[in-house]
């Protein structure tokens, strides 16, 4: 791991860190990094779960005001994140390095896809919210946390859309909950790859403690900095990502 690779890494942890704690997809900026680097398609993939372990507390403490008063809540859902989680970092332990490097493409453009038609999705739930059934919160959040630890981009929009839906229609609470709840799911999945998987730690070091900081600034950022060119830029270079992977798999 040269200087200039950790420099990178550094870099793309802050830039990620800020714009998954805001609510977009953060691992279409860090997991490109990792393959930069030259760690292959499945142990970047898990040596980016491993990192964004670090989001949980740099977001924790980026988003103080708006989860005061939610510990209750946290506590109820926590755990089903968890086995979500878990059932997800399974399924990647044992899926082929092979299988995992032509999957992927598909995984890093469907999480482009959620990114760019995040303000079509949260315009829909603002038009047609009404009534929502029990088993949605339930039944979503499980899924987005088994989603999250086979592969985690686009699941924090995914999470967020669910809760604008189903817990609190104002975004900073919804999107402070979706950085407490998914950071629940990376735990528990990165143990797993800790335990059992490849985890490339000279690459997860620095881009963790790019993911701390950039989490800490990514709350507070956003309540000033409009960050639709942001979304769509990142949007975009997902789907080049996914083209390019499919062409030429890691």
């Known amino acids: 791991m040269t200087a200039v690779n950790v420099a990178l890494l550094l870099g793309a942890g802050v830039l990620a860190g800020m714009v998954g704690s805001a609510g977009g997809t953060a691992s279409l900026i860090s997991y490109p990094a990792l393959l930069a680097v030259g760690i292959p398609a499945l142990a970047a993939n898990m040596t980016n779960a491993v990192a964004f372990v670090a989001s949980l507390p740099g977001s924790a403490l980026g988003s103080r005001p708006e989860l005061r008063g939610q510990g209750q809540w946290?506590?109820?859902?926590?755990?089903?994140?968890?086995?979500?989680?878990?059932?997800?970092?399974?399924?990647?332990?044992?899926?082929?390095?092979?299988?995992?490097?032509?999957?992927?493409?598909?995984?890093?453009?469907?999480?482009?896809?959620?990114?760019?038609?995040?303000?079509?999705?949260?315009a829909w739930q603002e038009k047609h919210l009404r009534k929502t059934s029990r088993l949605l919160l339930p039944c979503g959040l499980f899924a987005v946390s088994v989603y999250d630890g086979y592969w985690g981009a686009g699941a924090g929009v995914m999470t967020l859309a669910l809760l604008l839906l189903t817990v609190d229609q104002h975004l900073a609470r919804s999107n402070a909950l979706k950085n407490m709840i998914l950071g629940v799911a990376d735990v528990v999945c990165s143990i797993g790859f800790v335990l059992f998987g490849p985890v490339h730690w000279a690459a997860a070091v620095p881009l963790a403690l790019g993911l701390l900081v950039g989490s800490m600034a990514g709350p507070s950022l956003t309540r000033r900095v409009p960050g639709n060119t942001i979304r769509v830029i990142v949007a975009l270079a997902g789907f080049g990502l996914a083209v390019h992977l499919w062409v030429s798999p890691g």
């Open 74 to 122: 946290l506590r109820r859902w926590a755990p089903l994140a968890a086995v979500g989680g878990a059932a997800g970092a399974a399924l990647l332990l044992l899926t082929p390095a092979g299988v995992f490097g032509r999957v992927v493409p598909f995984l890093v453009a469907f999480a482009a896809l959620a990114l760019l038609l995040q303000p079509r999705v949260s």
